[in-house]
């Protein structure tokens, strides 16, 4: 039997996986911002600046956001003087960060567009690599964490940023219902778009639990493996270092 990946409830062909995915995120990536300040009540804000602050950028570091298309995280690691790549396989979410680096007057970004899974940058290349809300859409996630480790140095760490799923009593109710039924109709009225987030909140159920995307991380080569869970799990900051 051919290899079957998950795209939302729906097992598919790698391939048909990722053009599915290219789809989805051509699709949200003008209003993909608005939707997620809209859908979190602005929390991502709170838990970006969370992520990068453990994440510690320094002055002249070198930094590969993955997945960073929008540039949410990228400019955050700027600020601390950090050189950064921002990368994605979107070419729409990249335009989109461009754009906004442009109305920000932030200068300096490399923007690349990437595959996770096959990077073209030469082994240890950075001092750190983020990848915030990208790693559940990657078509095999074992292979960019290998490629994640390759390219960094001795000593780089590495820090996903990733929906998980809430362990607090009550909340998790709650939360599956906002998800099944508020979260598409924002979908449908701001984006226009209903099936593409029908796609992003299947992709959160069917993404591996904490401690299993830990392990995961640990069979990639990184040691010292961290899972710091916010809102009781509802997102978890992962970390982990190549020594």
């Known amino acids: 039997m051919s290899e079957q990946v998950s795209f939302g409830y729906e097992d598919v062909s790698p391939d048909e996986k990722t053009a599915r995915v290219g789809a989805v995120f051509s699709s949200v990536a003008k209003k993909y911002d608005v939707m997620n300040d809209a859908m979190s009540g602005g929390l991502h804000r709170l838990w970006k600046d969370r992520f990068v602050r453990r994440a510690k950028p320094r002055e002249d570091e070198v930094i590969l956001d993955m997945a960073g298309g929008t540039g ?9 003087g950090a050189e950064i790549t921002v990368a994605d396989i979107n070419q729409e979410m990249l335009d989109a960060g461009i754009e906004r680096a442009m109305d920000r007057g932030i200068e300096g970004l490399v923007w690349s567009r990437q595959n996770a899974e ?11 690599y983020t990848i915030a809300f990208g790693i559940r859409n990657v078509t095999h996630i074992d292979k960019a964490l290998a490629e994640a480790h390759r390219v960094l140095k001795f000593g780089g760490r590495f820090f996903c940023l990733e929906f998980s799923t ?30 593409s987030y029908r796609y992003l909140v299947e992709s959160i159920r069917r993404f591996p ?16 493996t961290r899972v710091e869970p916010v809102m009781g799990g509802l997102v978890a900051i992962h970390s982990g270092w190549k020594i």
């Open 72 to 80: 949410d995280i990228a400019f955050r690691l700027a600020a601390a």
């Open 118 to 128: 096959e990077l073209s940058f030469p082994d240890r290349t950075f001092d750190a």
């Open 166 to 195: 809430t362990d607090w009593p009550g909340f998790r109710d709650i939360y599956e219902l906002y998800s099944d039924k508020l979260v598409l109709r924002i979908g449908k009225t701001i984006a226009g778009d209903e099936e």
């Open 209 to 224: 639990p904490m401690p299993e995307f830990e392990a995961m991380i640990r069979s990639a080569g990184f040691a010292q």
